[in-house]
C-alpha cells in the first residue's frame, strides 16, 4: 500500500479530525507557531520512480512509512530504498536515481536553491533544465558536492571502507572537502575524496566514469526531457506524460493533453488518495505514473464526455498546489445523502480560469500569483477571495457561482479521507440533483463532519471545521511501517563545505558501487584547484521515440518485513535493513579489514590476511562492482593488489585504500 500518513507536522489552519475543536475556514484563520514565515515555495520535488520497498519519512518522525510514486517532497523530507530497490527523485530540473542501500535527505528544496545529503549509497543525476544560478548541491560525509552546468553524474557517499565520489560523464562539477580543499571535476574525471577528518585527500582520476546502470537508461527511453513550446520547465512532471498521453489543440483553451488510456468512467482525482503534508496541508496522490504535473498545475475540463487538461499559462511561473479542487461536505452533504452519520467529503477538479484559494497561506500576492497561469479573470478572483475573507460558501442560486466541473463530485466518508483510503475503494455515488444542492466551500480545505446536530442556517458560514492531520492512533490503525535506517536529526542547511551538520562515515551497507571503466585511468593533480573558465557541456538530447505505454512496476508488498539485528560494524543505522545473507561483500583488500570494527561472520568469504590469494568469482554482486580506485601502475610504490589474471571474476579487484597509495 501507499503512503500515507507521512507527515507528523502541527496543522497550520486546521484541527485534529474528531477532537471538536473548530478552527476558522476562512484565508484569514487563526494561525500556530508551526506556520512558516512567508509564503511556501514554488517548488517541490517528486517522487517520480520506485521499484521494490522505498521508504520515507519527513522532519518530525522517528519513524519510516512506505512511500508512494507521486508524493510531493520539501524540506525536511528523507527517502530510504532498500536492498534490491531503487528509486527516481525529479527536483530542480534534474532526474536524482537512487540505487539500493541509499539514502536522501531534502535538506532544502525551495525557490532559490536545492540541497540533498546523501547520508549512504549512490546516485545517478542526470539534469535536463537545471538553473545553474540556483545552487544544486549534494552533501556527503566528506564534502560538498555543487552541479556547475548541465550534465550526467554520479555520487558515491562512501564509506569507512570506500571514499567519497563525484563523476561526471558529461558537464561540470566541484567538490569541497570538509577541510575547505576544493577539487575541480570535468568531462571524463572522476574526484575522489579518501581518509577522515584532518587527513582528507583529495585528487582526480583520469578514466572514464562508470557508465549509468542500465535500468536508468532504460528509465530514460520513457522520459521526453524536451520541454514542450506550450509548457514551463518548472512544471514538475512533464517529463513522464509524452509516454502516457497527447496533446491536441482546442479552440478554446489552445494546447491541451489528454490521457491515453484511463479507467471506465474515470474522472480526475479519482485513482490515488488523499496524504497530508506540511505545509500544505492535505495532498492529493495519484497512482497513474503521469499524475503528478496534471494534478498540482493547470485546470481541467470535459467536453463530450472528454477530459483534457489545460495547462498554466507558458511564460509565467508555474506555482504548485496540493489539490487544485473545491470541496464540498460536512452536515449538508450527509443531510443530502439522507446520513448525516456518514460523515462524507466530496471534491471536484477545478476548470478552467477559476480560482483557487491556498488553505495555507492569507497573503493575497501568493493567491495571485498560484493563479497566474489559469487566465482568471480579475473579478472571478475577487469574488472568491472575498467569499474566503467572510467565510461564505457558495451555494446552488449564488449568482457568482462559477464550477464547471461540480457536477463531478468524488465523495468518499471522512473517515476514508482520513486514513487515506484508496479514493476508487471507498467511493459513494451520490446522485447529481443532490450534489447541485449542497454549498461548496470557498477555500480549498476539506471540512470535517459536524460535532452534534447540523449547524443553523444563520450560522453555518460563520466557520468551517477542517480536517486536520491524522492522529497518532490512526497512524498505527494504518500499520505503514517501513523498514529504514534509524532516523537521526540532520541540520537543515549545512555550510557549503559540510563543515558541519555532514553525516557521519559508517560501514558500507550493501554492495560494492561498480568499477571506474578504462585500463589507463590515472591519478593526477591532488588538490587541484577549481578551474571557473572551463566549458560547460552540452545537454543531451532526448530520444526521439517513445514508447506509447512503458511497463510499469508491479505493486509491492507495502508489509513490513522482519527487520535484522543490528550489525556490529554499524552502530547508525542500529536496525540495518540490508541482511548481510542477502548482500553479502566480497572480501576486501586486508589493509581494509585490519581497521575495522569485526564484522558479522559470512559464510561465503574467510578474513583475509596480508599475503592475498587470488580472489574468489563473487556472482552475487554482478550488477554492481565496486568503483576501485586506478589500477595499481598510476601509483607504483604502492603494495601490489590483486593479480591480473583471474578473469572469470566479475568484480575487478579492490586495491589498496587510495590515501596509502598516495
Do not use: C
Not at 534534474?94 to 536522501?104: A, H, P
Not at 545529503?117 to 543525476?125: E, K, N, P, S, T
Not at 580543499?181 to 582520476?205: C, F, K, N, P, Y
Not at 470535459?302 to 499559462?313: A, M, T
Amino acid at each position: 500500500m501507499n503512503n500515507v500518513f507521512r507527515r507528523n507536522i502541527p496543522v497550520l489552519m486546521a484541527t485534529v479530525f474528531g477532537t471538536g475543536v473548530i478552527a476558522v475556514g476562512g484565508i484569514a484563520g487563526a494561525q500556530t507557531n508551526s506556520q512558516p514565515q512567508g509564503d511556501p515555495p514554488a517548488r517541490v520535488g517528486r517522487l517520480a520512480y520506485e521499484q521494490g520497498t522505498v521508504s520515507f519519512h519527513d522532519g518530525q518522525d522517528n519513524s519510516w512509512s512506505a512511500a508512494s510514486v507521486n508524493d510531493a517532497l520539501t524540506t525536511g523530507d528523507s527517502l530510504w530504498t532498500q536492498p534490491d530497490a531503487r528509486s527516481e527523485v525529479a527536483v530542480g530540473g534534474t532526474r536524482v536515481r537512487m540505487d539500493q542501500s541509499t539514502q536522501l535527505d531534502m535538506l532544502k528544496i525551495d525557490d532559490s536553491a536545492t540541497r540533498m545529503q546523501l547520508d549512504q549509497g549512490r546516485l545517478d543525476i542526470k539534469t535536463f533544465s537545471l538553473d545553474t544560478a540556483q545552487p544544486y548541491e549534494v552533501v556527503t560525509p566528506r564534502g560538498t558536492v555543487k552541479l556547475e552546468a548541465q550534465g550526467d553524474y554520479y555520487v558515491e557517499s562512501g564509506s569507512t571502507d570506500d571514499p567519497t565520489r563525484l563523476g561526471v560523464r558529461s558537464g561540470a562539477a566541484q567538490i569541497t572537502g570538509l577541510n575547505g580543499q576544493v577539487l575541480a571535476v570535468r568531462a571524463g574525471e572522476v574526484g575522489e575524496i579518501s581518509g577522515d577528518g584532518q587527513t582528507l585527500q583529495l585528487r582526480t582520476i583520469q578514466g572514464a566514469p562508470p557508465p549509468m546502470l542500465p535500468y536508468w537508461a532504460q528509465r530514460d527511453q520513457q522520459l521526453s526531457y524536451d520541454t514542450p513550446q506550450y509548457l514551463s520547465a518548472d512544471v514538475v512532471g512533464y517529463e513522464d506524460m509524452q509516454a502516457y498521453g497527447g496533446w491536441s489543440n482546442d479552440p478554446d483553451y489552445g494546447q491541451v493533453w489528454s490521457p491515453n488510456t484511463v479507467p471506465d468512467g474515470w474522472q480526475p482525482y479519482s485513482t490515488g488518495q488523499w496524504a497530508y503534508s506540511d505545509p500544505y496541508g492535505w495532498t492529493w496522490v495519484d497512482e497513474q505514473p503521469w499524475g503528478f504535473a496534471p494534478y498540482h498545475y493547470g485546470r481541467w475540463a470535459n467536453r463530450d464526455n472528454r477530459w483534457f487538461w489545460v495547462p498554466p499559462e507558458h511564460g509565467q511561473r508555474a506555482v504548485y498546489a496540493p489539490a487544485l479542487v473545491s470541496f464540498v461536505g460536512g452536515a449538508e452533504l450527509g443531510v443530502a445523502i439522507g446520513n448525516a452519520g456518514a460523515a462524507p467529503v466530496g471534491w471536484f477538479p477545478l476548470g478552467p480560469r477559476e480560482a483557487y484559494v491556498p488553505p495555507y497561506s492569507h497573503d493575497r500576492a501568493y493567491y495571485d500569483r498560484v493563479n497566474n497561469g489559469a487566465h482568471v479573470d480579475r473579478a472571478v478572483m475577487n469574488d472568491r477571495w472575498q467569499h474566503a475573507e467572510s467565510h461564505q460558501a457558495y451555494t446552488a442560486n449564488d449568482p457568482n457561482e462559477h464550477m464547471a466541473n461540480r457536477r463531478f463530485t468524488t465523495v468518499v466518508p471522512a473517515s476514508a479521507f482520513v486514513g487515506s483510503q484508496r479514493v476508487e475503494r471507498a467511493a459513494i455515488k451520490v446522485p447529481a440533483d443532490k450534489l447541485a444542492s449542497v454549498p461548496v466551500y470557498a477555500v480549498s480545505a476539506p471540512p470535517a463532519p459536524a460535532q452534534g446536530n447540523t449547524p443553523k442556517a444563520d450560522t453555518r458560514f460563520n466557520g468551517v471545521q477542517e480536517l486536520g492531520r491524522p492522529t497518532a492512533a490512526q497512524r498505527q490503525e494504518q500499520n505503514r511501517a517501513a523498514p529504514g535506517p534509524k532516523v537521526a536529526e540532520h541540520a537543515a542547511a549545512p555550510p557549503a563545505a559540510g563543515a558541519k551538520g555532514a553525516p557521519p562515515l559508517e560501514p558500507r551497507n550493501g554492495a560494492a558501487p561498480p568499477a571506474i571503466q578504462g585500463e589507463h585511468a590515472q591519478a593526477q593533480q591532488p588538490n587541484r584547484p577549481n578551474e571557473a573558465n572551463r566549458p560547460a557541456e552540452p545537454n543531451r538530447a532526448a530520444e526521439p521515440n517513445r514508447p506509447a505505454e512503458p511497463n510499469r512496476p508491479a505493486e509491492t508488498n507495502r508489509a513490513e518485513p522482519a527487520r535484522p539485528a543490528p550489525q556490529a560494524e554499524a552502530p547508525h543505522p542500529p536496525q540495518a535493513p540490508a541482511p548481510q545473507a542477502q548482500h553479502a561483500e566480497p572480501p576486501r583488500a586486508p589493509e581494509q579489514h585490519q581497521v575495522e570494527a569485526p564484522r558479522p561472520p559470512q559464510p561465503q568469504h574467510v578474513e583475509p590476511q596480508h599475503v592475498e590469494a587470488p580472489r574468489p568469482a563473487a556472482p552475487q554482486h554482478v550488477e554492481a562492482p565496486h568503483p576501485s580506485a586506478p589500477p595499481q601502475e598510476a601509483h607504483a610504490p604502492a603494495p601490489a593488489p590483486h593479480p591480473a589474471a583471474p578473469a572469470p571474476a566479475p568484480h575487478p579487484a579492490a586495491p589498496a585504500k587510495p590515501e596509502e597509495k598516495k
